[in-house]
C-alpha cells in the first residue's frame, strides 16, 4: 500500500480559504483516480470531489462553486482548495488515492476547523 501524506488543515475564519495537499510518498506510482472525503462528528464518511482516470470530476452539492479538486501527476499529489469555507465544512477531511497497479490508499487525515 502506498503511503499518503495530507497537509494543509487548520483553523480558519467562515469565508477563508485552505488548500489541502496529498502526496504520495516512498516509491512513485501513477494515480489512476483520487477523491477527496470528510467526517464530521457524529456523521457518516462523505465524498467531496473526486477526479477520474480520465479527468472527469464531480463534487458533492454543497461545495460546488467553492472547493476545486485538482492533481499533479508529476508530484503524485492530489489538492483540495477550499474557498468560502463555512462552519459546516468543519471536519477531518481524508485523501482516498488509486493508484496503477498499487491499489488503493488513505491519507492519515487533517483537521479543518471553520469559525463563525
Known amino acids: 500500500q502506498v503511503q499518503l501524506v495530507e497537509s494543509g488543515g487548520g483553523l480558519v475564519q467562515a469565508g477563508g480559504s485552505l488548500r489541502l495537499s496529498c502526496a504520495a510518498a516512498g516509491r512513485i506510482f501513477s494515480i489512476n483516480a483520487a477523491g477527496w472525503y470528510r467526517q464530521a462528528p457524529g456523521k457518516q464518511r462523505e465524498l467531496v470531489a473526486g477526479?477520474?482516470?480520465?479527468?472527469?470530476?464531480n463534487y458533492a452539492d454543497s461545495v460546488k462553486g467553492r472547493f476545486t479538486i485538482s492533481r499533479d501527476n508529476a508530484k503524485n499529489t492530489v489538492y483540495l482548495q477550499m474557498n468560502s469555507l463555512k462552519p459546516e465544512d468543519t471536519a477531518v477531511y481524508y485523501c482516498?488515492?488509486?493508484?496503477?497497479?498499487?491499489?488503493?490508499?488513505w491519507g492519515q487525515g487533517t483537521q479543518v476547523t471553520v469559525s463563525s
Open positions: 477526479i477520474g482516470s480520465g479527468g472527469r470530476i
Open positions: 482516498n488515492v488509486v493508484f496503477v497497479r498499487a491499489g488503493n490508499s
